[in-house]
């Protein structure tokens, strides 16, 4: 047998084709506001912490800005605020750093900001 109606103040109130039994379990729920915690957990997103790591980058095509001969490029890497540099590689239009690795924390890894700018020195 369900219930025509819900205790006051509940907020859908009886659950349609809910038994009795489920009905009072559901409002217990919504009484003690475990309803409501487990809403806000299943609803809101939480930052997950952990590392980023860069490693073997390249770049390809490079434009020439030294007059007397090719680039000498490197990288500025930025995240979150934090910034590491590679080194410079000498008259080159595209380096590769691969012996270079970077490591960063981050705060969340579902929208963590991440700038990588090429300069020439």
């Not at 770049?59 to 990288?75: A, F, T, W």
């Not at 970077?102 to 900001?113: L, V």
Request: aromatic share 4%; with cysteine.
């Amino acid at each position: 047998m369900t219930r025509s109606s819900s205790r006051p103040g509940s907020p859908a109130g009886p659950t349609a084709g809910a038994t009795e039994v489920e009905n009072r379990a559901r409002d217990a729920l919504v009484d003690s506001g475990a309803l409501d915690v487990m809403e806000k957990i299943l609803t809101e997103r939480h930052k997950i912490p952990g590392k980023l790591v860069l490693s073997s980058l390249q770049c390809k095509n490079l434009p020439r800005v030294d007059k007397l001969g090719d680039s000498d490029p490197y990288l500025r890497i930025f995240v979150e605020g934090k910034e590491a540099k590679t080194e410079v590689i000498e008259d080159n239009l595209a380096p590769i750093w691969d012996d270079s690795s970077f490591t960063f924390d981050i705060e969340d890894t579902g929208c963590a900001e991440i700038t990588l700018m090429v300069t020439a020195r």
